[in-house]
Each structure stands twice: as C-alpha cells, then as structure tokens.
C-alpha cells in the first residue's frame, strides 16, 4: 500500500512521507478504517533497527509467503520517519489504539539511538539527517527534518502524558533537543533560517529553502516556550521578499534561493497558511 507522487504512477513507488501525508488526511476526512489499513501496511515492514525505508513499491507490501517485500532502497531519514510517527499519533487520538502510540516511540527511539548528534556537533545539538542508500549515516543535519522531529516528540510527549505514561519527559527532552538545532540555523543578520549543516557544525549557506522558513510559524512559534523567541514575521517576510518569482502567469513562491524560478504551489499553499498563523494577508 502506498501513494505515487512526484515521479508519477508509472514508477509505481510509494513515498513514506507521501503515504504518511495521506494517513493524516485520511484521518481528517473521517476515513479511519483506510487510514488503519494504510498505516498498518506501513508497519507491517520495518527495517532491521526499527525505521522505515522512504521507497517502497507501490501496492501489495507482504510477498506470497507472508514476509515483508523489500523496499526500493534501504534509505532512510529523520524527517520522512517523522511524519510517519505524527501520523501514527493521528491515528491513536482517533482510535485510542496503543499499538500506534507504541510504534511511535520506536521511531524516536530509532532516532535517538542512531541520529542523535552528540561528539563534535555539540553546540548546535539535533539529528542527523539518516542514512543512505549504502546504510552509511549523513553527515549532514536539515533544519526541515529537526523541525519535524522536533514536532513530533512534543506531541509524542503530549500523548504519552494523556495516558499517565511516566515516560513522556523522555521525549519532550528529545524535542527540545531538535528544536535546539533549528534555533541556531536562524540568521539573526537577514532574519531567515539556513537550510542546515553539511557536515559537523559547517552551516550550509548554499541555497535558502522556503520550506524551512515556514514550517516554524506552524510549529514552534504555536509553542509557548518560544513563541517570543524571534520576530516570527521575519523569516515570512524573508521568503516573500527574496523567494518571489512569476512563472508562466503566475505569481508567486519558489522552492529555494538556489532554484530556477519556477512557482512552487505546494509551498505556496504553506505560506498562506503561516501568514494565516501570523494574522496577515497571503496575497
């Protein structure tokens, strides 16, 4: 089971972040049986250390005998990972199913175990970004994916608490650990959050993507803790300022600084909704 997307039918793969997307919007519409049933074929295949390939084949995910299929690859990363556990904590609000809560913390106790920067990265904590499609770990740590990671813990921690679980302080821990990470890729000088390291504590200054400019608003800045941590106008003002490109009569924003100018409509459905969260205008 799972979603094509960006590479069209045709290839017939499914994308974990795609199929994960799809979980939770199965969930909004009120579809909780085909959520289950998408979700629980997610889970029937795991990695050996308990992750979840981004690629697999599109449809059936067990073979004759009843064993997993193997994924496309054995690539894995922070942030599709992620988006799977937020789905999952989607699902158990709705259905009360523990077994989702418990797969949950698996995927951020994968995290922990395998992603966590410690030695050198110290300063800027976060996780690294996973590991490839030869299992050898990035070296690099993404803005995008510790947001997400970041994300995910807090309402991790906010489930487990929900339920008198004793261990939800573990993974509120692990979200500020993300979160610490994202606070220090904000560049205070243009107001705009770089896109992450390339290595150890090298900031990646590259390109400057519109996603990661946006999905703070969404998720930090609705926190308490660090809802007056920054002005967070600026990184919204950033993108519209730099990010703004017209593309075949259309106008509006692109993926990133180091892209072609093309309108990025996905990104632009997020930035609407982060000027919506700030109070302003999307036009």
Known sequence: VGFTDRHGPSTKRSFLYDTALCITELVASGDVTTARQVA?????????????????????????????????????TLGD??????????????????NYLTKAK?????????????????????????????????????????????????????ALTAVGD?????????????????????NNVDGHFWTGTSSGDTIN???VLLDVQLWPVHTLAQWPEHATAIDWTRPVAWARSHLTVTDAGFIGLKF????????????NAIAALACRALGQTAN
């Open 166 to 186: 004793v261990t939800a302080s573990v993974y509120t821990a692990r979200s500020a650990h993300a979160a610490s990470f994202v606070f220090a890729m904000f």
């Open 106 to 158: 698996a995927i951020s106790d994968w995290a922990e175990t395998n992603l966590k920067a410690t030695t050198p990265a110290t300063s800027m904590k976060g996780y690294y970004g996973g590991f490839d499609d030869s299992n050898v770990l990035y070296a690099w740590r993404s803005t995008e994916h510790n947001i997400d990671h970041a994300q995910f813990n807090r309402r991790l921690s906010q």
């Open 40 to 76: 629980d074929a997610i889970l029937a295949c795991p990695q050996v250390d308990g992750s979840y390939a981004n690629e697999r084949n599109a449809g059936h995910v067990l073979l004759g005998n009843g064993s997993p299929r193997s994924p496309l690859s054995p690539r894995r």
């Open 81 to 98: 990972n992620a988006w799977l556990g937020i789905a999952l904590l989607n699902l158990h609000s709705v259905t009360g199913d523990k």
């Open 205 to 207: 200054t590259s390109s």
């Open 256 to 267: 990133s600084s180091g892209m072609s100018d093309a309108v990025w409509f996905e990104g």
